[in-house]
């Protein structure tokens, strides 16, 4: 589902130089749970906004269902990163002025829906993370589990085939950690998404993932397939 070869990202600023990613070869198959590790700088949130569609690369391919994602022309990319990946992050990244609810809606693509039926999409999707209660609540009024949650509905909300997932326990204590990771697991057992979740806790990544990807300084360290 998800071919990568050769991939180079190399910041520049200045005359300073930054090999955030450098020559990075693998594959992901659909339906499977990867784990990202590795040291602080090691490429990990580089390679998930790659896949994404947040950025570019300098070098080398990324294919998404056989189409290169460094190959996409604007619109492609837009298209991309609103149907076929939802992202998550480990601050959220929700809109504070809006609520619950909203968040989602305006996560939804319009295709000519009204906005009652944009309403109730909504309000299932914050049903099937547990929040139907929690839906007229602003992030603020939120915890972090809970605005976790709101955060995976609105990740959710045009049915990618693909989840990003940036640390996305990093603000949450164990208990709270392990229920987003429940409900990461369910949705790739039971929806079939595709996870790539990045994470420092190598216990839960070995729990949890089927494929694991070790990044150290931009390269591969170890790649390893763990049957569950
Ligand atoms: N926009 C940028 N401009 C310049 N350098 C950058 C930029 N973004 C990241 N880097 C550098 O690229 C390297 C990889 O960064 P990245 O954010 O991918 O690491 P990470 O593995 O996600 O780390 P962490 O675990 O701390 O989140 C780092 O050395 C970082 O300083
Ligand atoms: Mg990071």
Redesign the pocket.
């Known amino acids: 589902m998800i071919v990568i070869e050769n991939l180079s990202r190399i910041?520049r600023?200045g005359s300073n130089e930054?090999a955030?990613l450098q020559d990075l070869n693998f594959r992901v198959q659909q339906g499977s749970f990867v784990s990202v590790i590795?040291?602080?700088?090691?490429?990990?949130?580089?390679?998930l906004n790659l896949i994404g569609g947040l950025d570019r690369s300098d070098e080398g391919s990324l294919f998404f269902k056989e189409k290169d994602v460094m190959q996409m022309s604007r619109r492609e990319l837009a298209l991309h990163r609103r149907f076929s990946v939802g992202m998550i992050f480990q601050s959220f990244n929700l809109i504070h002025s809006r609520t619950a609810r909203e968040n989602i809606e305006l996560a939804l693509a319009f295709g000519g829906k009204s906005r009652r039926e944009r309403k109730k999409q909504a309000m299932q999707l914050l049903e099937a993370v547990g929040l139907e209660d929690r839906a007229d609540h602003q992030p603020t009024e939120l915890s972090g589990g809970e605005s976790q949650r709101v955060a995976i509905a609105r990740a959710m909300a045009n049915k990618p085939s693909v989840l990003l997932a940036?640390?996305p326990t990093g603000n949450l204590d164990s208990a709270t950690s392990g229920e987003i990771i429940e409900l990461l697991q369910n949705l790739n057992k039971q929806e079939g998404v595709t996870i790539l979740m990045?994470t420092?806790e190598e216990d839960t990544a070995h729990a949890v993932s089927d494929h694991l990807l070790r990044?150290s300084d931009?390269k591969m360290l170890e790649e390893r397939r763990i049957s569950q």
């Open positions: 910041y600023k930054v955030a590795g040291r602080s700088g090691s490429g990990k949130s580089t390679l940036d640390e990045v420092h990044l931009g």
